[in-house]
Structures are given as C-alpha cells and as structure tokens.
C-alpha cells in the first residue's frame, strides 16, 4: 500500500490509470476525505489543502477533529485467547501490552 502523511494523518495514494492522475484518501477517519494531483507534487499539495480545510470545517462547526490514533487500542478478544495470549506474554517475560504491541509490529512488516 502506498502512504503519504501530512500533520500526523495518513492517507492512501493509488494511480488511476484511467484519469491517469493520482488519488488520496485521508485514513482513519470517519469522514470520506479524498484529493488528487496529477503529479506528486500538486498530489502533496492537494494534501496539504484537504487537510487544511478539513481542520477549518470542523472549528466552524464547532466540533473536535478526529485526531490520528491516539495509541491507545481497546480490542475484543473472545476469553481463551485472551488467555493464551496472556500466558504466551508471560512466558518470554513480558507484559501483554509488550507483547501484543510486538505481534502487531511484526504482522503489519510482513
């Protein structure tokens, strides 16, 4: 996946052979925010913008900006793999929040 960040957002870039221009879409947000450029450059830029404005319709509105993700992670696991996963962090010496945030790293680098 390609990624480009601004300001802490990240968003999702792909070329669109037809239009033959390059599209974002600002990620993890719960509004749809998209731009594109022609090229990485003017893609930057539209970026920068689509971010900008976003910060600006929200304080006109009056209404907190969803922000990046914070780092902190609430999951819903079903009991006995909570439980296995407690024990497997026990088991190399570290706590569950270690130890997940590990299996995380190693799952989002492969």
């Given at each position: 996946m390609n990624t480009m960040t601004h300001g802490g957002y990240t968003a999702r870039i792909e070329f669109d052979e037809r239009d033959n221009l390059f599209v974002g879409r600002i990620l993890g947000l719960r509004s749809i925010i998209s731009f594109h450029g022609?090229?990485?450059?003017?893609?930057?830029?539209?970026?920068?913008s689509a971010v900008k404005d976003y910060l600006q319709d929200?304080?006109?509105?009056?209404?907190?900006?969803?922000?990046?993700a914070s780092g902190k992670l609430l999951l819903r696991v079903p009991p006995e793999m909570h439980s296995r996963a407690l024990v497997a962090a026990q088991a190399k010496g570290k706590s569950l929040n270690q130890w997940a945030t590990e299996a995380l790293r190693d799952a989002l680098e492969h």
């Open positions: 022609e090229t990485v450059t003017q893609l930057r830029r539209e970026f920068a929200c304080a006109e509105q009056g209404v907190e900006p969803e922000k990046p």
